[in-house]
C-alpha cells in the first residue's frame, strides 16, 4: 500500500504519528522493506529519526508460537529486519514476490 502511495505520503505526520504510537521501528522496517523492494533508495532518507537507540532487545515479527518458529526466524532474517530490531521468518524475495503479485 505504501509503494502504491509514496508521492501522497506526508512523511512529517507519519513520523510523528508513529512516535506517539511508539512504532517507529515498525514504520522503519516497512519503509526500508518498501525501498528494497520497489528498488526506490529516495527512501532511505524517509526513515531518518525513526532509528530508537534505547531499544536493545530483538522482537518477532510476526510474534512466534514455539520455538521451531523463533529458531527459524532467527537463521532467515534479512538484514533489513535485524537492523531495526526484528526477527522475522520471511525473506525480501517473499515480499517482492507479495509485492509484485498484488501490484497490478
Known sequence: ??????SEVDW???REGAR??????ELGL???LTAAVTEDVSLNAQTSG???RRRKQMRF?????NRYEAELAKQRSPEVATRWGFWMNMSV??????FEKHRA
Open 12 to 14: 512529517t505526520s507519519l
Open 93 to 98: 524475495e517473499s515480499f517482492r514476490s507479495v
Open 20 to 25: 506517539r504510537r511508539k512504532v517507529k521501528a
Open 61 to 65: 515479527l510476526p510474534e512466534v508460537k
Open 1 to 6: 500500500m505504501l509503494a502504491g502511495h509514496l
Open 50 to 52: 525513526l532509528q530508537d
Open 30 to 32: 516497512l519503509v526500508d
